[in-house]
């Protein structure tokens, strides 16, 4: 039998077996999706707070209107950025070590580093930091010498953690980026009478441009709709998310409108960095 034969009996099977996911991913996920952007435009009963089911754009008006929805988004998209660039700055050391320096056992343990905080629940690594950066936490004590104190609870202690819990998504990549660097790069660099800083500009920095990215997709997306953290250590501020949590009970239709703007912010983002070919690292 020619494999021509086999042709429409391999598509079947194939369209078999991909049915099921991509059936969940457009009903469960771009469905969800849909349904929150849609009733974004529906309205409440001031009275019974129910939800009416008529056609308005209210809600966005109040969200660009309202001067505290604004600060709030604000400073929601600036915690996103500031975890990103800190993590970008503690993942290019570290990744480079990790994949160009260490060898054998080490490369493994640090690898083994990285990957251990993950498998813990995001519950306890947030509530150990709020612990460390109590009053009487560690942080405090290892400062105190040299007459310093610690952040305590609030914005600094949000984006500390935060780029703490998102490491690990920043050096995954930009290791795996850097072990795919040739050598004869680096070494035709230094032959060329490249110095450090020169060749971390001219052949490194081109090389890790993409993996960078595609971790910061991760970092800021992640960053932008994360509403535990800053219950936790952020005192008395507000993100995005904690204000979407507020308005849920109260004014559900607010409340999707509010969550389009992390969801338009993400967008945008990934259009940006799809330009810059980072979308092929993932």
């Known amino acids: 039998m020619s494999a021509t034969n086999h042709e429409p009996r391999t598509r079947g099977r194939l369209a078999a077996l991909l049915a099921p996911p991509l059936l969940w991913l457009v009903l469960a996920y771009l469905g969800s999706l849909a349904v929150l952007l849609l009733s974004a435009f529906w309205t409440t009963d001031p009275f019974t707070s129910d939800v009416v089911h008529t056609w308005t754009t209210d809600n966005f008006r109040d969200i660009l209107t309202t001067p505290v929805y604004r600060t709030v988004a604000l400073r929601t998209l600036g915690i996103a950025v500031a975890v990103t660039l800190l993590d970008a700055l503690l993942a290019l050391p570290m990744a480079f070590f990790m994949a160009r320096v260490a060898a054998g056992r080490l490369r493994r343990a640090l690898l083994v580093a990285v990957l251990t905080p993950l498998w813990a629940g995001y519950l306890v690594k947030a ?23 610690g952040p305590g609870y609030g914005t600094a202690a949000v984006v500390l953690v935060l780029a703490y819990l998102w ?17 004869h790069q680096l070494e035709a660099s230094a032959d060329l009478g490249a110095g450090t800083v020169r060749t971390l500009r001219s052949v490194v920095a081109p090389a890790v ?14 960053s932008l709709g994360d509403y535990l953290t800053v219950q936790i250590v952020g005192g008395r501020t507000q993100l995005l998310g904690n204000v979407i949590g507020s308005q849920v009970t109260l004014d559900l ?17 990934l259009a940006a960095v799809r330009r810059a070919g980072a979308l092929d690292s993932l």
């Open 167 to 183: 490491l690990p998504y920043m050096i995954l990549p930009v290791q795996a980026a850097l072990e795919r660097l040739p050598a």
């Open 253 to 269: 239709p607010l409340a999707a409108a509010l969550s389009a703007v992390p969801v338009a912010l993400v967008v945008c983002y």
């Open 209 to 222: 441009r993409p993996a960078l990215l595609a971790g910061s997709v991760f970092t800021f997306s992640l």
């Open 127 to 149: 509530y150990a930091w709020r612990v460390m950066l109590g009053e009487h936490g560690i942080v405090n004590a290892a400062l105190a010498p040299l007459g310093l104190h």
